[in-house]
């Protein structure tokens, strides 16, 4: 089982703090923190970005487009 799929499942199904599982895991609690987050939220900052409007250049225009 690897490391984020335990701690998915420790926290919600067994009910261990993110401490105790940082300590069983040896990670820091920072980490056990961002592996509890749901897996769409952990990269929403790259997609939310490009979700933006604004004045984008297009590959016509000499740009690239939005994040590519």
């Given at each position: 089982?690897?490391q984020?799929?335990?701690i998915?499942?420790?926290h919600?199904?067994?009910?261990?703090?993110?401490?105790?599982?940082?300590?069983?895991?040896?990670?820091d609690?920072?980490?056990?923190?961002?592996?509890?987050?749901?897996?769409?939220?952990?990269?929403?900052?790259?997609?939310?970005?490009?979700?933006?409007?604004?004045p984008?250049?297009?590959?016509?225009?000499?740009?690239?487009?939005?994040?590519?």
């Amino acid at each position: 089982m690897s490391q984020w799929t335990e701690i998915r499942h420790l926290h919600p199904v067994e009910g261990v703090p993110k401490k105790e599982i940082a300590r069983r895991l040896q990670l820091d609690v920072k980490t056990v923190r961002r592996g509890r987050r749901p897996a769409d939220a952990a990269g929403a900052g790259v997609a939310a970005a490009c979700q933006q409007p604004g004045p984008v250049a297009g590959p016509d225009q000499g740009g690239s487009g939005c994040c590519g």
